[in-house]
């Protein structure tokens, strides 16, 4: 974060909620309001040999650490660029005989820097790592349990020549973990990929309908020369406009939920009550619910097969939602993409009313189902959703993030297919089947399901 950004943001303390941020100048849709590094962040245990563990892209070909075997590396820029925060973590790997698990690795990191730099406030952040809350008083005994494990596992793996520190010390960082740590994605935000502590983001308090998003973009090393070269960091964004000394919000968890399902989530995971405006008057609850005239045995029914509930629940139901959007992609999968596209396009309808209009999941959903359409050489409605979904994506990754890179191509090409359907419909179905005889038509990758689907990464 550059002083200059610095500048765009002021910490106040917000009613009932604590600290906050608020906006000093104004914002409109798409703003970045601040980019942040993280403070420290690592792979997660399952994706360490597939994922660059400086810029969190997923490669094929990863050069690794030749000295402790763990750590891999796009390339020497990458792990030069990795040096400061592994060269502890390298000779704590060899000591140990292995790495310990992505928490423990993340407390260590954490602590490393605390030893070079203090706990105290570090260039670019407005609050220390000293100063964020850890919640470590409204643990359970489960929770406690596994901290008391983590603080051990911690104490075994941190070499005895670093700076020790106490026991309540250890437990606080695990706590800040457990309830900032903040989850990253691979370089199309496709899938989950690692989490890092983001001191700043962690002030940006929640909303269930937000004005800002936040996005991770994986920074570029690819350019010719260094000094062109970006690091990783998240983004915050605004979703519209912001007047200064207007609250900056994110939301902590999908609002695909009715109101007393997200608050019971927020309540479990971040310990707080949501008293937003859209929880205290479940505003757009009944679409989420919604059921068709006549029929009162919903809960029944949800149980019962797709056939069953489609003439019961309504067309935004949530629950109807959410098996939609399984059919499209199975079906997708399985290249049966008319039937998939009629799936898709209720899907996308029903969120349409549900979702904020510049929410990203709300863009990559339509996106998927724009080439759905695409695919089923349902073309005109394919074009209008991948060019919604640009709209959409403009706003909350940017112009320059991968996935609305990909989306640009696809917008084009489906223009280009657009205006040759619209000339000669005939010659166009013509020279479609004989591409697809040649080339077998990909289906864009879903989202995975490896970590939890809030904001911040907690731990399982």
Same mark, same amino acid.
């Given at each position: 974060?550059?002083?200059?950004?610095?500048?765009?943001?002021?910490?106040?303390?917000?009613?009932?909620?604590?600290?906050?941020?608020?906006?000093?100048?104004?914002?409109?849709?798409?703003?970045?309001?601040?980019?942040?590094?993280?403070?420290?962040?690592?792979?997660?245990?399952?994706?360490?040999?597939?994922?660059?563990?400086?810029?969190?892209?997923?490669?094929?070909?990863?050069?690794?650490?030749?000295?402790?075997?763990?750590?891999?590396?796009?390339?020497?820029?990458?792990?030069?660029?990795?040096?400061?925060?592994?060269?502890?973590?390298?000779?704590?790997?060899?000591?140990?005989?292995?790495?310990?698990?992505?928490?423990?690795?993340?407390?260590?990191?954490?602590?490393?820097?605390?030893?070079?730099?203090?706990?105290?406030?570090?260039?670019?952040?407005?609050?220390?790592?000293?100063?964020?809350?850890?919640?470590?008083?409204?643990?359970?005994?489960?929770?406690?349990? %596994? !901290?008391?494990?983590?603080?051990?596992? +911690? @104490? &075994?793996?941190?070499?005895?020549?670093?700076? =020790?520190?106490?026991? #309540? *010390?250890?437990?606080?960082?695990?706590?800040?973990?457990?309830?900032?740590?903040?989850?990253?994605?691979?370089?199309?935000?496709?899938?989950?990929?690692?989490?890092?502590?983001?001191?700043?983001?962690?002030?940006?308090?929640?909303?269930?309908?937000?004005?800002?998003?936040?996005?991770?973009?994986?920074?570029?090393?690819?350019?010719?020369?260094?000094?062109?070269?970006?690091?990783?960091?998240?983004?915050?964004?605004?979703?519209?406009?912001?007047?200064?000394?207007? %609250? !900056?919000?994110?939301?902590?968890?999908? +609002? @695909? &939920?009715?109101?007393?399902?997200?608050?019971? =989530?927020?309540?479990? #995971? *971040?310990?707080?009550?949501?008293?937003?405006?859209?929880?205290?008057?479940?505003?757009?609850?009944?679409?989420?619910?919604?059921?068709?005239?006549?029929?009162?045995?919903?809960?029944?029914?949800?149980?019962?097969?797709?056939?069953?509930?489609?003439?019961?629940?309504?067309?935004?139901?949530?629950?109807?939602?959410?098996?939609?959007?399984?059919?499209?992609?199975?079906?997708?999968?399985?290249?049966?993409?008319?039937?998939?596209?009629?799936?898709?396009?209720?899907?996308?309808?029903?969120?349409?009313?549900?979702?904020?209009? &510049?929410?990203?999941?709300?863009?990559?959903?339509?996106?998927?189902?724009?080439?759905?359409?695409?695919?089923?050489?349902?073309?005109?409605?394919?074009?209008?959703?991948?060019?919604?979904?640009?709209?959409?994506?403009?706003?909350?990754?940017?112009?320059?993030?991968?996935?609305?890179?990909?989306?640009?191509?696809?917008?084009?090409?489906?223009?280009?297919?657009?205006?040759?359907?619209?000339?000669?419909?005939?010659?166009?179905?013509?020279?479609?089947?004989?591409?697809?005889?040649?080339?077998?038509?990909?289906?864009?990758?879903?989202?995975?399901?490896?970590?939890?689907?809030?904001?911040?990464?907690?731990?399982?």
């Amino acid at each position: 974060m550059t002083p200059g950004e610095m500048e765009m943001v002021e910490v106040f303390t917000s009613e009932g909620k604590g600290r906050g941020l608020k906006a000093v100048k104004e914002f409109w849709a798409g703003d970045v309001i601040f980019a942040e590094p993280a403070y420290a962040a690592v792979v997660f245990d399952s994706l360490t040999h597939l994922v660059c563990h400086t810029c969190f892209k997923r490669q094929e070909k990863l050069h690794r650490c030749g000295q402790c075997k763990f750590a891999h590396y796009c390339d020497r820029t990458c792990q030069k660029d990795a040096w400061l925060n592994h060269k502890h973590e390298c000779s704590a790997i060899k000591a140990h005989g292995k790495a310990p698990n992505e928490n423990i690795r993340l407390a260590a990191r954490i602590m490393w820097r605390i030893e070079r730099e203090g706990g105290g406030l570090t260039e670019g952040c407005l609050v220390s790592i000293d100063d964020l809350q850890n919640h470590v008083e409204n643990f359970g005994e489960e929770e406690k349990k %596994e !901290l008391r494990a983590d603080v051990e596992s +911690f @104490l &075994n793996f941190w070499p005895p020549q670093s700076q =020790q520190f106490g026991m #309540q *010390y250890i437990s606080h960082i695990f706590g800040v973990i457990n309830c900032n740590g903040f989850t990253l994605s691979d370089q199309r935000g496709l899938q989950a990929v690692g989490v890092g502590v983001f001191p700043n983001l962690c002030l940006v308090n929640h909303d269930c309908w937000p004005n800002c998003t936040v996005i991770f973009n994986n920074g570029n090393h690819e350019a010719v020369r260094s000094m062109f070269h970006t690091q990783m960091r998240i983004e915050l964004r605004a979703l519209g406009k912001i007047s200064p000394g207007e %609250e !900056l919000t994110v939301s902590y968890v999908d +609002f @695909l &939920n009715v109101s007393e399902e997200r608050r019971k =989530q927020l309540q479990k #995971q *971040y310990y707080f009550d949501c008293t937003c405006e859209h929880c205290q008057k479940g505003i757009k609850d009944d679409l989420m619910l919604a059921v068709k005239e006549g029929e009162n045995k919903v809960v029944k029914l949800c149980r019962e097969c797709l056939k069953k509930q489609e003439p019961v629940l309504g067309d935004t139901n949530i629950y109807l939602l959410k098996i939609l959007s399984i059919a499209s992609e199975v079906l997708s999968y399985l290249q049966m993409f008319e039937e998939a596209s009629g799936y898709a396009k209720r899907m996308v309808d029903g969120y349409m009313k549900i979702y904020h209009p &510049n929410n990203a999941q709300l863009g990559m959903a339509v996106m998927r189902a724009g080439v759905t359409h695409w695919h089923a050489s349902l073309i005109e409605s394919g074009h209008g959703m991948i060019c919604k979904a640009y709209a959409i994506l403009l706003v909350t990754h940017g112009p320059t993030h991968p996935i609305t890179k990909d989306l640009e191509v696809m917008r084009v090409q489906s223009e280009m297919e657009l205006r040759m359907f619209q000339q000669n419909e005939f010659m166009y179905y013509k020279m479609r089947e004989a591409a697809l005889k040649n080339q077998k038509i990909q289906v864009m990758a879903e989202p995975t399901n490896e970590a939890p689907s809030g904001l911040f990464h907690t731990k399982q």
